[in-house]
């Protein structure tokens, strides 16, 4: 439980990177961090009998599978091969229709394959505790904007949030702005915690 909740609490927000509304996170400096805890870690990458990382068919996609065993506990994670609007990959190339038009999906290549291997991986890290708050919202129907029904993914968006609503005097947004610039660690729950008993109690 404690190194749960070491994971849990560690903030990975300098190793995130945002692509339109998603974020990724490195999987090397994940796998460093998490390391640091686990040291005797080990992953596997799952493979078909003939060595490809991959699984499944032209009609339905493919899956990628990674397995994580850190001290006695071992995780299995799953990620589909998808493109850069996190739409499935198959063999072939296909399209679909939005109400933008039609669009095409290029076929997958190794490329294609290793980056959700890796991308697998990461997500297997979470299910220790490494950057879970990464994915909160991520199973939510697509329709429905994820700012309107999500927990919020971190306590630095949570901050500036509240720092927002008018309810914090200026002066004192602007003595917080610049001590997160003084010292980003300053961005966590515990400051969350104690905006809202400040200033929303």
Known sequence: MEKLNQLLE??????AEKKGKFTYLSWSLAWKEFIKVYPAATYTIKKDDNGVPVF??????YMCYTEVTA?????EMWLPVMNGANKAMKAIPYSYKTKYGEKQVEPMTMFDV???????????????????????????????????????????????NLLE?????AADKEAYITKFKADSTLLNA???AEIKAKYFA
């Open 114 to 160: 290793n980056k959700t291997v890796m991308r697998c991986l990461t997500k297997n890290l979470a299910m220790f505790g490494l950057g879970l708050y990464i994915y909160a919202g991520e199973d939510l129907p697509e329709d429905e904007p994820v700012r309107q029904s999500a927990p919020k993914p971190d306590a630095r968006h949570e901050i500036f």
């Open 190 to 192: 515990k400051t969350v």
């Open 56 to 61: 499944g068919n032209d009609a339905i996609g």
């Open 165 to 169: 609503t008018g309810k914090v005097p």
């Open 71 to 75: 001290g006695e506990v071992t995780h």
């Open 10 to 15: 560690l903030n990975v927000n300098e190793y």
